[in-house]
C-alpha cells in the first residue's frame, strides 16, 4: 500500500483496493478454484478461533501456510484471470486482487486481536468476582464480561480466607485489571488511582 499510495490522485482512481472481509462466494463456487473441505476448514476456525490458536504466531503461521499460500493466491489468478497477482506493483500493470487478499488477511487479524483482548478481559473480570466476593459454594459460576459469559472455577488462589489487609490489596489489583475496560479516560485514570491508593494503605497498615 506505500507503494500504491505514493502514485499520483489519478493513476490511484482508476483502482479499487476494497478490502474483502470474507472470502467471496463466487471463488468458493467456482469449481475450478479447488475449495473444498480442508479450505472451509482452514475458514472456519480463522473465524470462530476454534480450536484455539496458541498465540500470535502461532494463528499467523495457520493464515499464512495454509489458506493464503495454498488457495487464495491460486484462486484469485483462476477465477479472475490476473496472473499478476504475486506481483501487485509491476507497472503498469497492477493486481487489485493481491490487496483484497491481503486486506482481508489483515482484517483477519484485527478480528484475531480483539479476540484475544477480550478473552484478557473476561479473565480479569472472573478474577475480580473471586476476590470482591469469594467462594460463596463448592460449585462452579458464570461471570458476564466484556465477551459475554465467562465461567468462573468456584476455587482458586484467591480465596475468601486470606487476611483483610492482602485482600484490600488485591482489590485494588482487581481495580487496576478492570479500569483497563473502561473507555472513558478519565474514569479509567480516577479508576486505577483508586486501586493503587488501596494497594499502598494495605501494604502500610499490613
Known amino acids: 500500500m506505500q507503494w500504491f499510495n505514493a502514485q499520483s490522485a489519478e493513476y490511484r482512481g482508476q483502482y479499487d483496493l476494497t478490502s474483502w472481509f470474507a472470502i467471496p462466494l463466487e471463488l468458493k463456487t467456482d469449481s475450478a478454484t479447488g475449495w473444498g473441505s480442508i479450505e472451509a476448514g482452514y475458514e472456519q476456525r480463522i473465524v470462530t478461533f476454534t480450536p484455539p490458536f496458541s498465540g500470535e504466531d502461532d494463528f499467523g503461521s495457520y493464515v499464512e501456510n495454509g489458506i493464503h499460500n495454498n488457495y487464495l493466491h491460486g484462486a484469485c489468478a483462476v477465477h479472475y484471470n490476473d496472473p499478476n ?6 507497472a503498469p500493470v ?17 478480528s484475531y486481536r480483539g479476540h484475544l483482548a477480550a478473552e484478557t478481559l473476561n479473565r480479569r473480570f472472573a478474577a475480580s468476582v473471586r476476590v470482591l466476593f469469594g467462594v460463596v459454594n463448592d460449585g462452579p459460576g458464570v461471570v458476564w464480561g466484556a465477551n459475554g459469559p465467562h465461567p468462573v472455577d468456584p476455587w482458586g488462589p484467591l480465596v475468601s480466607s486470606v487476611g483483610p489487609e492482602i485482600k484490600q490489596a488485591v482489590i485494588g489489583m482487581a481495580l487496576g485489571h478492570l479500569a483497563g475496560g473502561i473507555a472513558d479516560e478519565r474514569i479509567k485514570e480516577n479508576t486505577q488511582r483508586l486501586g493503587l491508593s488501596l494497594i499502598d494503605r494495605s501494604v502500610h497498615t499490613h
Open 85 to 90: 497477482i504475486g506481483s501487485p506493483m509491476t
Open 94 to 110: 497492477i493486481s487489485t486482487w493481491f490487496y483484497k487478499i491481503h486486506g482481508l488477511v489483515d482484517n483477519w487479524w484485527a
